[in-house]
C-alpha cells in the first residue's frame, strides 16, 4: 500500500486490510493468477506457431485482475473490462475453454468466432464486451452503473477496468465526470503498468499517481500495491460496500508493470530496454505470492506443485479442445449484423 491520508477529502489514501480471507481463498487466488499467467504464454506461443493471429499479454497483472475477480459478486455485479484482461474474465467466471474459443476463431466462440482474439463477452455471467477502442468501455459502464441505480437495485456494483493510457482519452473524463456527479455505484480499477504501448507515464500526464485525478470528479482515489492480491482485494471490497452504501464511485490505481510485449505484434525491445523489464521481475506478482504462501503455512511446496501441475493440465486440454473445434461455416458471415433477415447483396 503506498500514499498516507492527505487533509483533502478525496486525496489517495492508503487503505488498511479490514477484510479476512480463508486459506481456500487464498489458494484460490494464486490459482487465478496461475491459470492466468499460463494462458497468457499459452496465447504467444500459438502465435508464434502460426495457430493464432494475435494475443494480449497481462504478464505483471496476475495479483490486479485475481484479486478484483475475486471481489467481484457474481450473478449480480456487472464488469466492463479492457482488452488485457482475459485474467480477470476468467477471474469472474469467463470459462477457459471459452477464451481458446476466441483465440481459435471456432463457432462455439460466442462471437462466432468472427471477434478480435481474446475480446471476451458473456452476458449470463455479467461481462460486457470488449473494446479495442482506448475508454470507449467507460461510457458504456457509467450507463449501466446508471441504470442499477433508476432501478434501485441497491445490491449489485459496476466494476469497470482500465490502463493508465486510458486517462488520456476524453470517454474517461466523461465517465468520471458522469459518475461522480451521479454518485453512482461503480468502481473504477486502474491497471497502471507504466505503458500505454510505447508511451511511458511521464510522457502521457504531469502527475505520477493517477487516483490523485479523482479529487477532480468528486470521489476518492485510492492507491494499491498492484502486485499484491491482497491489498487489491481489500480496496476493491471496501470501494464495492461503499458504492452499495449509497457513497458513490472509488477510483483504485493499482500499480503493477507489463512484463511482455504490448501485443504479439509489438516489439517493445524498440522502446525500453531489456535491463529495465528485468529490474522489476523482482516484484513479479505470480513468485512473491507464492513465496509468501509458502512462507506462511497456506501451501506446502507440493501443494504448489501439484496445483501448477494441475492448471497446466487443464490449458492444455482446452487447447487440443478448442483446436479441434470447427470454424464458423461461410454462410454465417451475414448473421449477426443486424436485426431481420436482410441480404445485402439484393
Known amino acids: 500500500m503506498a500514499k498516507a491520508p492527505s487533509a483533502h477529502p478525496h486525496a489517495p489514501v492508503a487503505v488498511a486490510s479490514h477484510h479476512e480471507l480463508s486459506k481456500e481463498q487464498l489458494r484460490a487466488l494464486f490459482r487465478s493468477m496461475l491459470l492466468q499467467r499460463t494462458v497468457d504464454n499459452r496465447g504467444f ?122 486517462t488520456s482519452e476524453g470517454e474517461w473524463h466523461e465517465a468520471l465526470n458522469f459518475a461522480g456527479l451521479h454518485r453512482l455505484p461503480i468502481v473504477f480499477v486502474c491497471e497502471n503498468n507504466k505503458w500505454a504501448i510505447s508511451t511511458p507515464q511521464e510522457k502521457q500526464m504531469a502527475v505520477q499517481d493517477v487516483a490523485i485525478k479523482a479529487a477532480g470528479y468528486g470521489m476518492q482515489g485510492i492507491i494499491v500495491d498492484g502486485f499484491d492480491p491482497i ?75 501439484a496445483m501448477k501441475k494441475d492448471v497446466l493440465r487443464e490449458v492444455n486440454e482446452c487447447t487440443d479442445a478448442a483446436e479441434a473445434e470447427p470454424y464458423p461455416q461461410a454462410s454465417d458471415l451475414y448473421t449477426n449484423v443486424v436485426e431481420g433477415a436482410w441480404e445485402p447483396w439484393q
Open 45 to 166: 506461443q500459438l502465435n508464434r506457431q502460426g495457430k493464432i493471429p494475435f494475443a494480449a499479454g497481462s504478464e505483471g497483472h496476475e495479483a490486479v485482475q485475481a484479486a478484483t475477480g475475486m471481489a467481484f459478486q457474481r450473478g449480480k455485479d456487472l464488469l466492463y473490462p479492457y482488452y488485457r484482461d482475459v485474467g480477470l474474465c476468467m477471474a469472474c467466471g469467463f470459462p477457459t475453454i471459452e477464451v481458446f474459443y476466441s483465440l481459435f476463431a471456432r463457432a462455439k466462440d460466442n462471437g462466432g468466432g468472427r471477434q478480435f482474439p481474446s475480446h471476451l463477452t458473456k452476458r449470463a455471467a455479467g461481462i460486457s464486451s470488449f473494446s479495442s477502442i482506448i475508454a470507449g468501455h467507460m461510457t458504456h459502464a457509467v450507463g449501466a452503473a446508471y441504470a442499477l441505480k433508476y432501478r434501485n437495485e441497491r445490491d449489485r456494483v459496476v466494476i469497470c477496468s482500465f490502463g493508465e493510457g486510458s
Open 231 to 305: 491489498a487489491v482485494y481489500d480496496a476493491v471490497t471496501t470501494a464495492r460496500a461503499q458504492a452499495l452504501d449509497g457513497g458513490g464511485p472509488t477510483l483504485i490505481e493499482a500499480k503493477c508493470y507489463r512484463f511482455l510485449s504490448h501485443t504479439t505484434d509489438d516489439d517493445d525491445r524498440t522502446y525500453r530496454s531489456k535491463a529495465e523489464v528485468e529490474s522489476h521481475r523482482k516484484d513479479d506478482p505470480v513468485p512473491r505470492f507464492e513465496h509468501w504462501l509458502l512462507e506462511h503455512g497456506v501451501m506446502s511446496a507440493g501443494d504448489v506443485a
